[in-house]
């Protein structure tokens, strides 16, 4: 079965660390992989998408992910992180011509200032 | 542009009873898809929608149904509610139903089942 794993479920930052969330997906053809972000009391909305090409991809907020096929990974990297960042982090993964998206459990960050 | 709209935002049944959630998607999306979001598991794929045909279906009994109308407007039923179906329902809408497309969340409609 298709799924999508996140390794760390509650992470606590100071501001100005780097930041690294883990993400696998366990499922073959078409990959194509998101992190989603849901700030406090807000939507979710997209940091960052893969679907082909360059598998470092750069998202918003200085947001960037590297695509790893060898190791059906896709973990998300800040280089510094602010108090703001503090927000629930998801992964997901699609595939093929259907809308569906698997989700991985989330990550909540905090940051302290 | 306006995005994707739910409602309502709250509501509250008892066991037993039904509910119908809406969603307005973006203008021009023709896909919406619906997920539940709990604290225990997460987010969970109900069933996606696509010219007003049901494309998928998540691992969710048959108590949850949806529909889309010719405007791209969905709505989802959940039958016979249980405690268990407390949770925040999701809409996104995308321009097609291809999975490189981004889906927009809308703000979620929140299920209280007492």
């Known amino acids: 079965a298709q799924s999508v794993s996140q390794h760390n479920h509650h992470v606590i930052l100071s501001e100005a660390a780097s930041l690294e969330l883990g993400c696998n997906y366990s499922?073959?053809?078409?990959?194509?992989l998101f992190w989603y972000v849901q700030y406090p009391g807000q939507h979710l909305q997209l940091l960052l998408k893969y679907f082909s090409g360059d598998p470092l991809v750069k998202g918003i907020k200085g947001f960037e992910a590297e695509f790893i096929k060898s190791k059906f990974s896709f973990n998300l990297r800040k280089p510094s992180v602010q108090w703001s960042d503090t927000a629930e982090y998801f992964c997901?993964?699609?595939?093929?011509?259907?809308?569906?998206?698997?989700f991985g459990q989330g990550t909540t960050l905090q940051v302290k200032p | 542009k306006a995005g994707v709209t739910q409602t309502p935002r709250y509501l509250i049944k008892t066991r037993g009873q039904q509910v119908t959630l809406s969603c307005s998607p973006i203008s021009g999306h023709r896909s919406v898809s619906w997920y539940q979001q709990t604290p225990g598991q997460g987010l969970q794929f109900l069933f996606e929608?696509?010219?007003?045909?049901?494309?998928n279906k998540g691992n969710f009994p048959g108590r949850f149904s949806g529909r889309q109308f010719s405007n791209s407007r969905s709505e989802m039923n959940v039958s016979t509610l249980e405690l268990g179906d407390s949770a925040l329902y999701l809409c996104?809408?995308?321009?097609?139903?291809?999975?490189?497309?981004?889906?927009?969340f809308g703000p979620g409609t929140r299920l209280t089942v007492l």
């Open positions: 996104a809408s995308s321009l097609l139903a291809e999975s490189y497309n981004e889906q927009f």
């Open positions: 929608y696509f010219s007003e045909t049901q494309r």
């Open positions: 499922y073959g053809g078409t990959v194509n």
């Open positions: 997901a993964g699609g595939s093929g011509n259907t809308g569906k998206l698997i």
